[in-house]
């Protein structure tokens, strides 16, 4: 009995400690249930049209990649202002767990932050706190990642009704309900996978559709814009920006006139180029779509259309009817572009008075170091003066639009031979990094670059305060190199706040360039910072990690070579504490000692063209670089090598599979080279004096 009794008390035991489980389990569902519904019921990436024209309205948003349709990288905010700046300091932080460049500029709207990182990887995140509220990884192809000329960056997303639009490095383009990251649709952007195809640009909402373009000039590819329906992804229309082969059909009517500009005898097996890797904006008003186009490929001219001709429409800028995508205008900055002047970087839409006429305009900062106004209507010519050093041309011609080429320009070959230099490099007075515009300074402050005639890896960088009106620059900070120019923003608090590639964050006097904060955050910064308000009190976030073109070279002063490049977002407010610093990296240790040279001198050589074709545009063997410097590989590297360069052993580490690119022979060949070279370092090594 006492048994039985026992049993009984332990069964009503056990009942109600089930009971309570399945009460409190029932109380923690119901409080998860009313969460859910709570989430649903907010606000998720609510923007809109009517919100959008009403940004200046609501300035504690941050709707676009620029905050409005103008993506003037400004805000009206001004608690952070040249008085109060002096207390800016650490809100909070968020580890993206990637250690490839950020350049994206996050959007902020009803209190959620929502931005992009490496390979198209988007967050979602409390814009109070930084605590995350989902992320979407898009599972790239990691094969395509081997087509990287410049880094697996990604420059951001579009909200819009609910849904986060972001685009995979691997080209597929995706819808996510903005409260949960869920993708509730996908479409493939490329039309031959065959093709150096890739995305890394922004996607932007124009009227009913969201436009992408692609990356990919540097290999084979033909430049196109797509268009997707906004609901159901289903492609709308679709603009190709040169022409292909002439034997096929055109597939719109301009490019028969694009045809007339290139030799028929053109690489049309190339592709052309004219690739739409960065810039798009639109114009509601005017129902336009505006986007830049790249580079011709091959970049050389004589061989890509050896006759020559203007090769319509490369290094560009375009406007096309959002519904239709019907050709509006075009305006090409270099004609037969020689030099890899890339027409892309970030527009600015403003109105200016000009000739005491206000004109609605465009305004770029161009690889070309000529800052072009447009008037966005009609494609016209307003200005065209050059913000940096230009040796190219000698002017721009307003009545003819084109420039007034300079004597020898074109005997420069693209190429890294050190010689031959014209300006701007091939990294332009101006890259993708974002400027601002102050309309109450007038003043538009661009991350600049100067690195032509001086040599592609020396040079200065500089952040630039350029009065678009009368075509001067008012003032500038010297930055740390070529390499260090970061996006920029602008407030109506008096301030323009940019980061820098040494890691600090700093924030000038918007009349004067005087520097009226700097806060060491250690982490290396490439893109442009953005301001937001929740609660009254305002933040200013950026996105850093080192990255980019030239991402692999070595330069000792940036933040990234020396405590890592750890991706992080930074929200900074007033009366913040202390940025916490990433540890410094353990000093490089010695080369160890190469397995045994088996391979023979041609092998070796054979390798080494190998190697540059197709590793050194990552592996550029300076110790300090970004990717591994392939003289210290460890034993088990080696014994590895096949399965890490062939198998893609070492895929979640950036290293890209070369199966079907590469043979075992041609492996092998690269191994023996790298080995060559290990041994020339270690015995230089060894030779040292030791101290
Ligand atoms: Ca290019």
Known sequence: MRGSQVSARLKLLSAIVVAGIILSLCGYNSINARAQAKRAEMAYGQIDLKRLLAADEHPEEWLTAGRDIGKGHYSPLTDINRKTVARLGFAWGYDTHTNRGLEATPI????????????????????????ELWTFDPKNDLSVTRRSCCDIVNRGVAVWKGKVYVASFDGRLFALDAATGTVLWQADTIIDHKRGYTITGAPEIAGRVVVIGNAGGEYDTRGYLSAYDL?????????????????????????????KTWD????????????????????????????????????????????????????????????????????????????DYDAVQPFILTDLKIGGKIRKVLMQASKTGFFYVLDRKTGQLLSAENFVP???????????????????????????????????????????????????????????????????????????????????VVWEVPMAGYWDHPGVLATAGGLVLQGTGTGHFRAYDAETGKLLKDIDVGTSIIAAPMTYSLDGVQYVAVMAAFGGGGWSYSFPENAAYQRGNEGRIIAFKLGGGPTPMPPLLPPIGPIPQPPEQTGTPDTIKRGATLFNANCASCHVNEA???????????????????????????????????EG????????????????????????QQAAPKN
């Open 108 to 131: 902020v709207v009803d209190g959620v932050m929502y931005t992009s990182g490496s390979g198209g990887t988007a967050y979602a995140l409390d814009a109070r706190t930084g605590r």
């Open 231 to 259: 609901e159901t992804g289903k492609l709308a229309w679709r603009f190709f920006t040169v022409p292909g082969d002439p034997s096929k059909p055109f597939e719109q009517p301009e490019l028969k006139m694009a045809a």
């Open 264 to 339: 028929p005898k053109s690489r049309w097996d190339m592709g052309g180029g004219g690739m739409v890797w960065d810039a798009i904006s639109y114009d509601p008003d005017l129902n336009l779509v505006y986007f830049g186009t790249g580079n011709g490929t091959f970049f050389d001219q004589s061989k890509r259309s050896p006759a020559g001709g203007d090769n319509l429409f490369i290094a560009s800028i375009i406007a096309v009817n959002a519904d239709t995508g019907r050709f509006a205008w075009y305006y090409q900055e270099a004609p037969g572009d020689q030099w």
């Open 390 to 472: 230009v040796t190219w041309a000698d002017r721009v011609d307003l009545k003819t639009g084109r420039p007034v080429e300079a004597p020898g320009a074109r005997a420069y070959k693209t190429g890294f031979n050190g010689s031959n230099y014209i300006s701007p490099s091939p990294v332009g007075g101006h890259n993708w990094n974002p400027m601002a515009y102050d309309p109450k300074t007038g003043l538009v402050y661009i991350p600049v670059i100067e690195n032509g005639q001086t040599g592609l890896f020396s040079g200065k960088g500089f952040l630039r305060a350029w009065d678009p009106i009368r075509s001067k």
């Open 624 to 658: 300090g670089s970004l990717a591994p410097d392939l003289r210290r590989m460890r034993s088990e590297i080696h014994e590895g090598f096949r399965e890490i360069v062939l198998g893609g052993a070492m895929v979640n580490g950036g290293m890209p599979p070369f």
């Open 661 to 684: 690119v590469l043979s075992t022979e041609d492996a092998d060949a690269i191994h023996e080279y790298l080995i060559s070279i290990a041994w020339n370092a270690y015995k230089q």
